[in-house]
């Protein structure tokens, strides 16, 4: 990645989300090329806090019709950042 904006694209809040917040853990949509050293690069700049984990998925897009003409959803990654005992990012 160029940029370090340009690994997240957004804070994810939904209630798996919300319910891991107690375990100091949050939820990105990221850019499907970029990695766990990017991600953890990008989520230190941005919010300047100190990540000790990464874990990653891609969520593949699914089938969808509009009538007569079949589509497809957009593939999506999702990251799940742990940070340092202490930090926290303001979802406000």
Do not use: C, S
């Not at 990540?51 to 990653?56: E, F, G, I, P, S």
Request: overall charge positive; cysteine-free.
């Amino acid at each position: 990645m160029e940029k370090t904006y340009g690994a997240i694209k957004a804070l994810l809040q939904t209630e798996k989300g919300t319910a891991m917040l107690a375990q100091n853990k949050y939820l990105f949509w990221v850019d499907k090329k970029a990695n766990k050293i990017e991600i953890k690069k990008a989520i230190e700049d941005i919010y300047k806090v100190t990540v000790t984990k990464v874990n990653t998925q891609i969520n593949h897009g699914k089938t969808r019709r509009v009538r007569y003409v079949a589509g497809k959803t957009p593939d999506r990654k999702k990251a799940i950042v742990q940070l340092k005992q202490g930090d926290k990012i303001d979802l406000t």
